[in-house]
């Protein structure tokens, strides 16, 4: 059975970075687009970064371009996401996603993590 496990969340200050891990086990996603959403408190879950299985095109949303990076490790079957300048209003559970059934920004993937926890303290 396909599972996403996430990992490398925390408490960090305000300016701060953090990198976040997803271990795919299962079956293999390396032809899969992967991608990392987060859900703020009383908010709706939303897009934060996408990789195509081929790793060069990359899609991020607005609030974090220029600040995330998104990458994936093939031998490992792992994507991370890099979190750089970190803002309190980044603070939200993270999920890792596998395998999107139409715009790597939508939020109908096929696979979810558990999603780990991201917080930032001003």
């Known amino acids: 059975q396909a599972q996403l496990v996430e990992s490398g969340g925390g408490l960090v200050q305000a300016g701060g970075s953090l990198r976040l891990s997803c271990v795919a086990s299962?079956?293999?996603?390396?032809?899969?687009?992967m991608g990392w959403f987060r859900q703020a408190p009383g908010k709706e879950r939303e897009f934060v970064a996408a990789v195509t299985w081929t790793g060069i095109r990359n899609y991020y949303a607005d609030s974090v371009k220029g600040r995330f990076t998104i990458s994936k490790e093939y031998a490992k079957n792992t994507v991370y996401l890099q979190m750089t300048s970190l803002k309190p209003e980044d603070t939200g559970v993270y999920y890792c996603?596998?395998?999107?059934?139409?715009?790597?920004?939508?939020?109908?993937?096929?696979?979810w993590g558990q999603g780990t926890q991201v917080t930032v303290s001003s």
């Open positions: 299962g079956r293999s996603f390396s032809t899969t687009t």
């Open positions: 996603a596998a395998d999107p059934r139409s715009r790597p920004s939508s939020r109908d993937y096929t696979y």
